[in-house]
């Protein structure tokens, strides 16, 4: 017999024995499924960190005073924050980086146009640069100019959601806006850009300058971007900043530098950790769905006996007998394998227009892409328990005296 007809002959006993089939790929069909789906989410999420992140700069590096990684007792001298003066200091003293850009928060609790209000604008003063660093994209009008910065010019870029609330039937460029009691200018309106469900539609962007002379006072930054140089990997921008940081500050631990690329690392790390472990425990169902195989064999070899004697008795040899059963195991969790499968399949696709549907967690949904490389594993590992666990059975099977098996009722 070949290994075809053996494949057929198996099949043909799943079709006889419909239910007990079903009942015994099982196991096999839920441990594939649950493999598949978690490596389905798992992938859905990383791609959807991976994605978010390239939004604002998957090599952006943030600096941030923050007094708190210092040594207990350990005073700070004259240093109270990052100020104007850190950018040329950075610039001169770090040959890798590229953009290096301030950011100021302004305090505002509303944004006013005659009679209309925004309630909680977010205001934030940047440099020329800020715009190409965060990716952020003119719906209408222009950006500020280095011309426009250095003169403190009262001038600004809104979001979209602030120009539908004050100018709702008109054109924002040209109008003045009020912030906590200065008026200044709207050049234009930014498109709206939505990270980890947070939009850029109550915002409001400045000069940072004008930020520091009319709102903060003094030349305090609240943090610093920047990005390295197209041949510079990012933890060597990151190392050149801590270094001169470190320097400047007499090696008091009181900055903080992170890159947007190591901070998703880390969530694409945990969620690959957190999918692997789920992985393993819903594996645990391919060894069970393997016991059940080897029992349903051994119950097949009892009834099959006397088919067995006659093939052996028309000169069938051991290894054949092998074989077949072995085939027939290994179709069993084969089968189980591809029902789990398309189970898999259909509930990522459900998984994605649900949430599509919901818009979460963006308007995009949850891409949730059916991991052909893990669920072949996935199945490949199926048939090899259906190998391992159908092997005691064949060799049973084969080993049978013909006499004895023609002979048993």
């Given amino acids: 017999m070949s290994l075809i007809q053996s494949v057929l002959v198996a099949l043909d006993m799943l079709r006889l024995h419909k239910l007990r089939a079903f009942l015994t790929m099982f196991g096999v069909i839920i441990g594939v499924m649950a493999v598949t789906i978690t490596v389905m989410i ?4 990383q791609s959807y960190m991976t994605n978010q992140f390239s939004k604002i700069g998957a090599k952006t590096i943030t600096v941030v005073f923050d007094p708190g990684f210092r040594q207990r007792g350990q005073s700070m001298g004259k240093m109270d924050g990052l100020k104007t003066e850190d950018l040329k200091y950075l610039r001169d003293r770090c040959s890798s980086l590229d953009i290096i850009s301030p950011s100021v928060m302004v305090p505002a609790s509303k944004a006013t146009f005659t009679d209309k209000t925004l309630d909680q604008p977010r205001v934030y003063g940047g440099s020329v640069e ?12 222009r950006f500020y100019t280095e011309e426009e910065v250095n003169n403190r010019a009262n001038v600004c870029v809104i979001g979209i959601d602030v120009k539908e609330q004050l100018f709702p039937k008109s054109a924002a460029e040209g109008n003045l806006i009020t912030l906590a ?13 939505t990270v980890f469900g947070q939009s850029n539609g109550k915002d409001v962007y400045l000069p940072y300058t004008s930020a520091q002379s009319k709102w903060v006072g003094g030349e305090k930054l609240n943090y610093i971007q920047a990005t390295p140089k197209d041949n510079v990997k990012p933890e060597t921008a990151m190392d050149d900043i801590w270094k001169a940081l470190m320097l400047k500050s007499g090696n008091k631990k009181v900055y903080r530098v992170d890159s947007a690329e190591s901070i998703l690392g880390v969530f694409n790390g945990l969620i690959a950790a957190a999918g692997s472990l789920l992985s393993a425990i819903a594996a645990l169902s391919l060894l069970v769905g393997g016991i059940g195989i080897m029992n349903i ?13 006659l093939r052996k008795a ?24 591809l029902i789990g499968m398309g189970i898999a399949y259909g509930f990522g696709t459900v998984v994605t227009l649900l949430t599509m549907k919901m818009k979460w967690p963006n308007e995009a949904g949850l891409a949730t892409p059916f991991p052909l490389s893990a669920a072949v594993g996935a199945m490949g590992f199926s048939a090899f328990i259906g190998v391992i666990f159908g092997f005691y059975p064949a060799l049973s099977a084969s080993r049978l005296d013909p006499i004895v098996a023609l002979r048993r009722e």
């Fill in 181 to 193: 009691g200065i008026s200044i200018e709207v050049i234009g309106v930014a498109k709206k850009q």
């Fill in 314 to 337: 028309l000169g069938a040899r051991r290894s054949l007998i092998l074989m077949q059963f072995i085939v027939e195991s290994a179709t069993l969790a084969l089968v189980g394998g």
């Fill in 130 to 141: 800020s715009f190409r660093l965060n990716g952020t994209e003119l719906d209408t009008g």
């Fill in 42 to 45: 798992s992938n859905g999420f």
């Fill in 297 to 309: 064999m051994l119950v097949s070899v009892t009834e099959r006996t006397k088919e067995i004697g």
